[in-house]
Every structure is written in structure tokens, then in C-alpha cells.
């Protein structure tokens, strides 16, 4: 295939070399051509992706979907070192400023699943650190021992000591608390109805029930310090709640003070739902891709997490120089960010054929030895 690249894949080609160290020329070509193909045609798969790429080379279809798919099946692609580089220059950005942290677990089809550490940012969850696992096969290694593992990848480079992890039931328990005092983070997580308790009150602790006979009709709301789990009488803060509109009530379980605070803080869980509806089949269409290797969806997570990162960026950018109202309506916000951003980096490429200008638009800025990222909005 003819390396005959337009404006900004060739200047995204230079970035991916030049910000991910450990990538060499041929590899920053293609992970360069696959995030714009997948901006482009809006979807992870192949077939799509090289039809949105025709553009760019005189290469037929058939000869850019062969590259692309050598790519996935690539072993020299080091997706972790890869994304180490990324990690090192976002996360920086974050020191000192208050951090939320989603943990959850998603499923690709019966074939694998990935659990997904991520960083709560405006409407969506961008990704920080994550693993491909089995779908159905037993794991080689325990589940916590591989949410340790991705904790210490973004440890590593998150300096800020003001961080909240939010999970949900399936992933609350004390394992996953202690992993978060290591590290001196706080804890929001949502607890199942059947969950044993032991309520302070009065000056002493009461008797032993499930947390479901605490709030147990639409409207109740109580809050206080609590035992949970009777084989370990673990003291935490209980937030219960069942608010009007919802088929059940939330127990949320703090380091912080319980109260009302907490479910409005947990309410921010349910935008990874809209993230990873994005990722499938309301957006990025990934369950579409018939990729089934674990690694190989493993370099198809890299493409299309590289996307969503900078189309946040360029979101941000393009709400802070005042050009929203351009894409979206003023009275009223249809458009996501990352639709926003898409949109945005569309009319940017259509308008600024010069290669030295788009270089503006690029995830990173070099200042020095160093490189700086921003989401201003």
C-alpha cells in the first residue's frame, strides 16, 4: 500500500511516533490511519474504516483492510507500553484537582470482557487502564489481583490524592475497599439489598438485618454509620435511598460521610452506560468487529480509546473557544462530546488543508522536553 497520506494523517502519524516513544514509523502510520478511519466512519470496524480511509492513498479497499488487520494481529504492538505514554502526559493535568474513578465490567459478546478502570470527565468515562479477559472460561488470575495491577498503572503517574472510586454491586466488596486505603482514596460503592448490616444507634450497635429492611418503600432515605458484612463487621458510612422514579432502591456504601451527597455523587456512575453504549452498537459499533482474539481486541481498545481521547480534547477545545453553537443548538445540548468533537475535527480538516496549522487540533502541545494536554472547556 502506497504511504500517499493527506494532511493530517501524515502530521498524527509524526505525533503517534514522536508522544509514544516505543512505536516505530510503520506502526505510527497505521495507528494513525485507524483512529482517523474510525473518526471518520464513526465505527471500529475494519470493513468501514478502510472504505472512510479511500481518501487517503490511492490504495484499494481491499489492500488498506489488509493493513489494518495485520495491525490487530501484530504481537510487536506493545499496547500497555504504549499507553503507558499516555497516561504520563494526561493524568499531570489532574494533580491537585479532584479526581472520580469508575471501575466496572463490561462484556464483549460471550467471548471476552473487559474490566475497565475510568475517569469520570463531563457527560462521559474516559479510559485509563484496562484488561481483556475471558468471557467465559475461568480467569488464570483472581479478579482483584487484576484490579490491583490496574490501579498501580495509574498510580503510577496520578499524583492527586483526592480521589474517589465509584463502583457498582457486582464489584463492591472489602477486597476492593482495601485496595482503595492503599492507595488513599475514597469509596463510593453500591451495595446488593441482601447485604447484612448492623446499624449504630443510640449509643450502641442494633441487631444484625439486610440492608433492605432499612429502606424498604419508594421515599424512604436513612443515612449513619453502619457494620456491614457480618463475618467482618466492617464500620462504613450507609447512604440508603429510594427516591421516586426508580424500580429499587440504592445502598451506598462511603469512606465519607453518608447523606445526600453521596447519591448525587453516585448518580455520575450511570454515565459509563452512555460510554460504553457509545463503544457498541449506539456508536463505535465494537461488538460489530468479529474480532475474537483477546489480543487483538486488546489493539482494538488502543485505537479506539486514542479516539475517544481526543475527542474529548477537541470537544473541550471547541467549547472553549466559543464554537459549540456551530454543531449544536444553543437552547438546548442534543450532541455529546465526543459527537461534538468529532464534528469539530471534521470541519477543522475540511478547512485547514495546511499541515503546519493542523498540527493545533493534536491531543498533545510540546512545550520543551515536555508535552501538555488540557480539557478546558
Not at 502519524?13 to 505510527?28: A, E, I, L, R
Not at 436513612?222 to 427516591?243: D, Y
Request: hydrophobic share 40%.
Amino acid at each position: 500500500m502506497r504511504d500517499a497520506f493527506g494532511p493530517l494523517c501524515t502530521v498524527l502519524s509524526d505525533h503517534v511516533k514522536t508522544v509514544f516513544g516505543n512505536v516505530h514509523g510503520h506502526q505510527s502510520k497505521v495507528i494513525a490511519m485507524f483512529v482517523w478511519g474510525a473518526i471518520q466512519a464513526k465505527s471500529i470496524v475494519v470493513q468501514a474504516v478502510a472504505e472512510a480511509l479511500l481518501g487517503e492513498s490511492e490504495a484499494k479497499c481491499e489492500s488498506i483492510e489488509r493493513r489494518l488487520r495485520r495491525f490487530l494481529a501484530n504481537e510487536r504492538v506493545e499496547v500497555k507500553d504504549t499507553w503507558r505514554h499516555l497516561l504520563a502526559g494526561v493524568l499531570p493535568y489532574w494533580k491537585d484537582k479532584k479526581v472520580t474513578l469508575i471501575l466496572d465490567l463490561t462484556p464483549f459478546d460471550e467471548h471476552a470482557q473487559v474490566i475497565y478502570v475510568g475517569l469520570m470527565q463531563q457527560t462521559r468515562v474516559l479510559p485509563l487502564a484496562w484488561k481483556v479477559m475471558p468471557g467465559q472460561e475461568k480467569w488464570e488470575e483472581g479478579q482483584w489481583n487484576i484490579v490491583e495491577a490496574l490501579f498501580e498503572e495509574i498510580d503510577e503517574y496520578l499524583e492527586a490524592r483526592t480521589c474517589t472510586l465509584l463502583a457498582d454491586r457486582g464489584l463492591a466488596c472489602l477486597a476492593l475497599i482495601r485496595l482503595c486505603q492503599q492507595r488513599g482514596w475514597q469509596y463510593l460503592l453500591r451495595v446488593s439489598k441482601d447485604e447484612r448490616v448492623q446499624r449504630w444507634s443510640y449509643g450502641h450497635w442494633a441487631y444484625w438485618q439486610e440492608v433492605s429492611e432499612i429502606v424498604s418503600q419508594m421515599g424512604q432515605f436513612w443515612a449513619g454509620t453502619v457494620r456491614l458484612w457480618q463475618e467482618h463487621a466492617w464500620e462504613t458510612q450507609l447512604t440508603a435511598v429510594w427516591e421516586p422514579g426508580n424500580e429499587e432502591a440504592w445502598f451506598l456504601i462511603s469512606s465519607q460521610k453518608a447523606g445526600r451527597k453521596r447519591i448525587s455523587e453516585y448518580r455520575w456512575r450511570m454515565r459509563v452506560e452512555s460510554t460504553f453504549q457509545e463503544m457498541k452498537s449506539r456508536g463505535w459499533q465494537w461488538e460489530s468487529t468479529l474480532v475474537r482474539d483477546r489480543d487483538r481486541l486488546d489493539r482494538m481498545l488502543l485505537v479506539l480509546f486514542l479516539c475517544f481521547w481526543w475527542l474529548m480534547h477537541l470537544a473541550a477545545s471547541c467549547i472553549h473557544n466559543g464554537r459549540r453553537d456551530r454543531y449544536d443548538r444553543h437552547d438546548r445540548r442534543d450532541k455529546g462530546h465526543l459527537r461534538l468533537g468529532r464534528l469539530y475535527l471534521l470541519d477543522i480538516v475540511r478547512k485547514t488543508p495546511c499541515p503546519a496549522k493542523l498540527r493545533e487540533c493534536l491531543l498533545f502541545r510540546q512545550r520543551g522536553e515536555h508535552w501538555l494536554f488540557s480539557l478546558r472547556f
